[in-house]
């Protein structure tokens, strides 16, 4: 068990709609880190937060925005859905520190129909 | 910008004998390389890393090695097991950003 603990596990909603998936990191880390992996592809880094301020961008969508909350629990807005979408979303946390590991959560399995 | 090249994306070895996954990174100036080990339905987790003034690193039946004269670095699992059957990724950062840049995934079958 990695600490991190994503909601929902899994969500389907068709297109054009709006959703909002959560992170909760591990205890005592202070950056969370957005990643999105669909069908056999590999790690795509989104954006990441350290105490409540963005750190690093990656390639997210304008349609896509995140937060991190005054009590580190981190949550990712993805808008007008397309098919594309349909992926992978996984959160990750670490202390923010020099090259100190990721711990990933299971990730939330978005469907797009 | 840097990038991570991984190969082969699939490996199919038999159980017992050994993987081996390699990495090339561009930026000159990156000196953390981390392996994660992503099983099914599961979030990747770190399995071994190696920073640049080290040139290998061992933990049980896995092992780094890094050229940084060549810039590649490269994964070892001996013995191989069912469990070790999954996809493992590598990557590379600097100290400029601490970002760390995924190679694309190797997908590992263990076969019985």
């Known amino acids: 068990d990695s600490g991190v603990t994503q909601t929902p596990k899994h969500l389907i909603t068709a297109t054009g709609q709006r959703v909002t998936l959560r992170c909760s990191p591990r205890s005592g880390d202070l950056s969370v880190y957005w990643y999105q992996q669909s069908l056999d592809q590999g790690l795509q880094f989104l954006i990441q937060?350290?105490?409540?301020?963005?750190?690093a961008k990656g390639n997210i969508l304008e349609r896509f925005s995140a937060q991190q909350f005054p009590d580190l629990h981190s949550e990712l807005n993805l808008s007008s859905l397309e098919l594309g979408d349909s992926a992978l979303y996984f959160c990750?946390?670490?202390?923010?520190?020099?090259?100190?590991?990721?711990?990933f959560g299971n990730g939330t399995r978005l469907t797009v129909t | 910008g840097e990038n991570v090249e991984q190969h082969p994306s699939t490996l199919s070895v038999q159980e017992g004998d050994s993987a081996v996954i390699k990495c090339t990174y561009s930026d000159s100036a990156s000196n953390y390389f981390p392996w994660y080990k992503q099983e099914l339905g599961k979030g990747p987790q770190l399995i071994i890393d190696i920073r640049s003034n080290v040139g290998e690193k061992k933990d049980q039946r896995i092992a780094v090695t890094l050229n940084k004269t060549a810039k590649h670095f490269s994964l070892h699992i001996t013995e191989t097991q069912p469990e070790d059957s999954a996809v493992y990724f590598c990557?590379?950062?600097?100290?400029?950003?601490?970002?760390?840049?995924w190679g694309a995934g190797t997908k590992l079958i263990i076969k019985p």
């Open positions: 990557a590379a950062s600097k100290n400029s950003n601490y970002q760390l840049i």
């Open positions: 990750a946390s670490s202390t923010g520190q020099a090259h100190s590991p990721l711990h």
């Open positions: 937060y350290y105490n409540g301020e963005e750190r």
